[in-house]
Nanobody, 115 residues
């Protein structure tokens, strides 16, 4: 069983930055894919960024060039650095771990971009 705990969300003005953290209860070295998803009110959960064990990364088009996902295996933590935030980035952000045919989710952290 993998437990994931997100932190770092909050209220930020448009153009601002936030860094989300996702701490795992187990070593993430063997977890194939760590990722971030988000869900805005009235919308489906969508993929934001993923980081594979082989260090490959992938981003949804709307965040390319603004968000960066990173993975610190020594700290069992995954980060999402978010720059140039826009109101449409407002959502609950969820950490995901995928491996061994299973998906694990954190409880989510709210990010609100508003002036």
């Amino acid at each position: 069983q993998v437990q994931l705990v997100e932190s770092g969300g909050g209220l930020v003005q448009p153009g601002g930055s936030l860094t989300l953290s996702c701490a795992a209860s187990v070593s993430i070295r063997s977890i194939n894919v760590m990722g971030w998803y988000r869900q805005a009110p009235g919308k489906q959960r969508e993929l934001v960024a993923v980081h594979t064990r082989s260090t490959s990364t992938m981003y949804t088009d709307s965040v390319k060039g603004r968000f960066t996902i990173s993975r610190d295996n020594a700290k069992n933590t995954v980060y999402l650095q978010m720059n140039s935030l826009k109101p449409e980035d407002t959502a609950v952000y969820y950490c995901n771990a995928r491996g061994g045919g299973k998906d694990y989710w954190g409880q989510g952290t709210q990010v609100t971009v508003s002036s």
